[in-house]
């Protein structure tokens, strides 16, 4: 295949991950504020329902990819889980 090809994805990858380290860096920024005690009630209420939600969502992705890895080996059917040791 030509180079030529694989420019658009490389171009989104490298966007994904610029999106990536900003939000990450924000969340330290929010995180160190939440522990200098510089966020008002509404802002700390808000910042421990989304990661009380993302945690879950993490967690239902997780039993999900159990349970298709449990059907999976159940049934002679070959299965690699997207997130592997």
């Given at each position: 295949m030509k180079v030529e090809?694989?420019?658009p994805i490389v171009?989104?990858?490298?966007g994904?991950?610029?999106v990536s380290m900003i939000n990450f860096f924000r969340l330290v920024?929010?995180?160190?504020?939440k522990m200098t005690h510089?966020?008002?009630?509404?802002?700390?209420?808000?910042?421990?329902?989304?990661l009380a939600i993302s945690m879950l969502?993490?967690?239902v992705l997780h039993i999900l990819q159990v349970i298709i890895g449990v059907f999976t080996f159940s049934n002679g059917i070959k299965y690699?889980?997207?997130?592997a040791p």
């Open positions: 090809f694989f420019m171009w989104i990858l490298n994904l991950f610029l920024k929010t995180l160190i504020k510089q966020l008002d009630e509404l802002e700390q209420k808000t910042l421990v329902d989304s969502v993490v967690v690699t889980p997207v997130i």
